[in-house]
């Protein structure tokens, strides 16, 4: 399809472990955007792609997470060491260089226990 | 620093019009946007307002005052398909691309 995808849909992990979530934008968008969702909340940014370097790694709630882009396509989120408050809905959207809107994947579920 | 507030939830009827509001306080403006959301799914975009004024998208309409920090979205003729999470966000600082978003409306239509 022409959308923003996400893999996997949804995660189950066990705390402690490493998770990694995958993200390819629309063709063609250089800018690449990774939010997080928790249940009943707002959106909450993590970072910001524009091509394969993070201008804006400020939403990044701790060292255990990363982030990585390359070849101006696909990034993968990384979270070490998961805890139970990592649970949320992880957000993928891409834009086209230097204007809006942002468009969304569907997002991966991810469950700590 | 960045603050959106926006109303939690709101009910409206079938074939009624229903007004979200949202005000914001950010540094910089580049640009408010509002996206709809259905439970489970992605947002989708609904509308974009850089000017003050009115903006109009068929059954919705945003509209937009820089001078008083304050949207709204405008739902007329409103559908069953319509119950869903409305969320305001605003482009802030020219050099910082992500949206804030407020935590968004939950709209119930009901019949």
Not at chain 1, 55 to 83: C, H, M, N, Y
Request: hydrophobic fraction near 30%.
């Amino acid at each position: 399809g022409a959308g923003v995808s996400q893999s996997p849909s949804n995660k189950v992990t066990e705390k402690g472990k490493d998770v990694e979530l995958r993200c390819d934008p629309i063709s063609g968008h250089t800018a690449l955007y990774w939010y997080r969702q928790r249940l009943g909340q707002g959106l909450e940014f993590l970072i910001y792609f524009q091509g394969n370097s993070a201008p804006d790694k400020s939403g990044l709630p701790s060292d255990r997470f990363s982030a990585e882009r390359t070849g101006e396509s696909v990034s993968t989120l990384t979270i070490q060491r998961t805890q139970q408050e990592d649970s949320a809905v992880y957000l993928c959207a891409s834009s086209i260089q230097g204007a809006q809107p942002q468009h969304f994947g569907d997002g991966t579920r991810l469950s700590i226990l | 620093g960045q603050n959106i507030d926006q109303p939690t939830e709101m009910t409206a009827t079938e074939g009624a019009i229903v007004q979200i509001n949202c005000t914001y306080q950010t540094s910089g403006f580049n640009g408010l946007f509002w996206y709809q959301q259905h439970a489970g799914e992605a947002p989708t975009f609904l509308s974009y307002n850089v000017l003050d004024g009115l903006e109009e998208k068929g059954r919705f309409s945003s509209f937009l005052s820089r001078s008083k920090g304050y949207s709204y979205l405008l739902l007329k003729e409103l559908q069953m398909k319509d119950s869903a999470s409305y969320l305001c966000a605003v482009s802030g600082d020219t050099g910082r691309r992500a949206l804030t978003f407020g935590s968004g409306t939950r709209l119930q239509v009901q019949p």
